[in-house]
């Protein structure tokens, strides 16, 4: 598969919790995160092309609410290297400006610096 994505990926020391916003339960966790795509890890496949309405759980230190609720295009899933578990590359669909700059403070908290550990 031609790699399209626009902005470089982001490991994150931590894996924060994605919600299904819809039914409410922990569907996986966010592995990666730019403001235009993430890639999740979930004990299920996710359809590709499938639109999904997703929370991610907050920290006060990267803002005062407690969940980023946005949508997000499946583009791609595979089995992890550990095959009980699933690979989900995320299109991130229609944030605000306010938005984009939580994930950047994600992104500057949590990431790794050129993807290594600090």
């Given at each position: 598969m031609a790699e399209?994505?626009?902005l470089k990926r982001r490991y994150l020391r931590y894996y924060g919790r994605i919600y299904d916003a819809k039914g409410g339960?922990?569907?996986g966790n966010l592995v990666d995160i730019t403001e235009k795509g993430a890639m999740i890890l979930t004990d299920h496949p996710v359809a590709v092309n499938?639109?999904?309405?997703?929370?991610?759980?907050?920290?006060a230190d990267i803002a005062h609410q407690p969940f980023l609720e946005f949508h997000a295009r499946s583009i791609w899933?595979?089995?992890d290297i550990d095959h009980?578990?699933?690979n989900t590359g995320l299109e991130?669909?229609?944030?605000?400006?306010s938005e984009e700059d939580i994930i950047?403070?994600?992104v500057a908290l949590y990431g790794f610096r050129n993807n290594e550990p600090a």
């Amino acid at each position: 598969m031609a790699e399209k994505r626009g902005l470089k990926r982001r490991y994150l020391r931590y894996y924060g919790r994605i919600y299904d916003a819809k039914g409410g339960g922990q569907i996986g966790n966010l592995v990666d995160i730019t403001e235009k795509g993430a890639m999740i890890l979930t004990d299920h496949p996710v359809a590709v092309n499938q639109i999904l309405l997703l929370r991610l759980e907050l920290t006060a230190d990267i803002a005062h609410q407690p969940f980023l609720e946005f949508h997000a295009r499946s583009i791609w899933c595979q089995p992890d290297i550990d095959h009980r578990h699933y690979n989900t590359g995320l299109e991130i669909i229609g944030l605000t400006a306010s938005e984009e700059d939580i994930i950047r403070r994600i992104v500057a908290l949590y990431g790794f610096r050129n993807n290594e550990p600090a």
